[in-house]
């Protein structure tokens, strides 16, 4: 398993925060530098080269299996489609004995990421991956699948074979104040929260930061318990409607959740990102590549600090480990144990893959 410029790689994975990412000449470029690859990845809100991020360009990392091998299949989504259908029926096609791992990039804006991520609970194996990105311009996002880069798109990568894939994600958020109940929401829009009108609620907790709404509801984001209680997700605040006192998210916030405001500091992000690399980092010290997919929103918190969460997976993951990924506006991971891929906000996933 390799990644450096390899003419028979069989996987090429691709994230770019500039224009030249959707244009055919830069799908070209990569399929003559890597004629036999799959190629897969997305727009981004930051690319992850190593431990450094970098803007305004692409970064292409290329890898050779030996033993295992790749397939790759993509669907697009158009208004009013069923995602999580889509994502169901193209999750069973990649299923096989040999499947070991899906790695999932899709658009980030047009595509509702909660029922992407319930339809791929047919893949049967672990997910991960995330939401592309539009630097923080939320304007258009892009993803590539074995051509030119499109919006409301998304690719699914299968890895089979003899490949041992780890994973994890972290968030180093804590929650405060009361818990409280989600009483009135539709998809991602909370209207009440314990019966009072939501933005009302969130206003009273931020307190003179409020008058920053929304770009301050970057940094309090809403830890939702589903009415189950078998997890726990993080949701970012992302507009508030003046007019009608709601809330909107960056992910489904479901009527009946139990709730709770969230803080950190940038100590606590950094330490999680520690904490992370390390439940992710691979019992064996081959060579091998990390996938980090980490959200925008945790770039805004970091700031110029945002390298040392990068710094922090590097440390851990082991000399002979790659890293590439890229900041996202969501991102795709199982929770605990169970198989189950869920949408995350403010949270940073890695993916080790080794042969």
Same mark, same amino acid.
């Given at each position: 398993?390799?990644?450096?410029?390899?003419?028979?790689?069989?996987?090429?994975?691709?994230?770019?925060?500039?224009? =030249?990412?959707?244009?055919?000449?830069?799908?070209?470029?990569?399929?003559?530098?890597?004629?036999?690859?799959?190629?897969?990845?997305?727009?981004?809100?930051?690319?992850?080269?190593?431990?450094?991020?970098?803007?305004?360009?692409?970064?292409?990392?290329?890898?050779?299996? @030996?033993?295992? %091998?790749? %397939?790759?299949?993509?669907?697009?989504?158009?208004?009013?489609?069923?995602?999580?259908?889509?994502?169901?029926?193209?999750?069973? &096609?990649?299923?096989?004995?040999? !499947? %070991?791992?899906?790695?999932?990039?899709?658009?980030?804006?047009?595509?509702? *990421?909660?029922?992407?991520? !319930?339809?791929?609970?047919?893949?049967?194996?672990?997910?991960?991956?995330?939401?592309?990105?539009?630097?923080?311009?939320?304007?258009?996002?892009?993803?590539?699948?074995?051509?030119?880069?499109?919006?409301?798109?998304?690719?699914?990568?299968?890895?089979?074979?003899?490949?041992?894939?780890?994973?994890? =994600?972290?968030?180093?958020?804590? @929650?405060?104040?009361?818990?409280?109940?989600?009483?009135?929401?539709?998809?991602?829009?909370?209207?009440?929260?314990?019966?009072?009108?939501?933005?009302?609620? =969130?206003?009273?907790?931020?307190?003179?930061?409020?008058?920053?709404?929304?770009?301050?509801?970057?940094?309090?984001?809403?830890?939702?318990?589903?009415?189950?209680?078998?997890?726990?997700?993080?949701?970012?605040?992302?507009?508030?409607?003046?007019?009608?006192?709601?809330?909107?998210?960056?992910?489904?916030?479901?009527? *009946?959740?139990?709730?709770?405001?969230? %803080?950190?500091?940038?100590?606590?992000?950094?330490?999680?990102?520690?904490?992370?690399? &390390?439940?992710?980092?691979?019992?064996?010290?081959?060579?091998?590549?990390?996938?980090?997919?980490?959200?925008?929103?945790?770039?805004?918190?970091?700031?110029?600090?945002?390298?040392?969460?990068?710094?922090?997976?590097?440390?851990?993951?082991?000399?002979?480990?790659?890293?590439?990924?890229? =900041?996202?506006?969501?991102?795709?991971?199982?929770?605990?144990?169970?198989?189950?891929?869920?949408?995350?906000?403010?949270?940073?996933?890695?993916?080790?893959?080794? @042969?």
């Amino acid at each position: 398993m390799g990644g450096d410029d390899l003419p028979d790689a069989n996987l090429v994975l691709a994230f770019g925060d500039h224009d =030249y990412f959707h244009s055919a000449e830069c799908f070209a470029e990569l399929r003559k530098r890597f004629p036999k690859a799959c190629i897969a990845g997305c727009s981004s809100s930051g690319n992850v080269q190593a431990s450094k991020i970098t803007d305004k360009d692409i970064v292409a990392t290329a890898v050779r299996f @030996e033993h295992g %091998r790749v %397939r790759m299949l993509s669907f697009d989504v158009t208004p009013g489609a069923d995602i999580a259908e889509l994502a169901r029926a193209t999750g069973t &096609q990649l299923k096989a004995a040999d !499947l %070991r791992h899906v790695l999932v990039f899709s658009d980030g804006l047009f595509v509702n *990421g909660t029922k992407l991520a !319930l339809g791929l609970k047919s893949c049967g194996v672990t997910v991960t991956g995330g939401l592309a990105g539009d630097a923080e311009r939320f304007g258009t996002t892009w993803v590539m699948a074995n051509e030119q880069a499109k919006s409301r798109r998304v690719v699914l990568v299968g890895l089979y074979g003899e490949v041992t894939v780890n994973n994890s =994600y972290c968030s180093g958020w804590t @929650e405060f104040g009361a818990e409280r109940i989600v009483t009135k929401s539709v998809g991602n829009v909370v209207s009440e929260i314990d019966g009072q009108p939501a933005l009302a609620l =969130y206003k009273k907790y931020l307190g003179d930061l409020a008058s920053s709404l929304p770009a301050s509801g970057m940094r309090f984001p809403l830890k939702i318990t589903t009415q189950e209680g078998d997890h726990s997700l993080i949701r970012t605040l992302l507009a508030v409607n003046e007019a009608a006192q709601s809330l909107t998210f960056a992910g489904d916030v479901p009527q *009946g959740s139990r709730c709770k405001l969230m %803080r950190t500091n940038l100590d606590n992000l950094i330490e999680s990102a520690d904490i992370a690399a &390390q439940e992710a980092r691979p019992k064996s010290s081959a060579h091998g590549l990390c996938v980090v997919v980490s959200c925008v929103g945790r770039r805004i918190v970091l700031g110029q600090l945002t390298e040392e969460e990068l710094e922090a997976v590097e440390r851990h993951a082991g000399a002979g480990m790659k890293l590439t990924g890229f =900041y996202s506006y969501g991102e795709l991971a199982p929770v605990g144990d169970v198989l189950q891929c869920h949408l995350h906000n403010q949270t940073m996933s890695l993916t080790t893959i080794q @042969e």
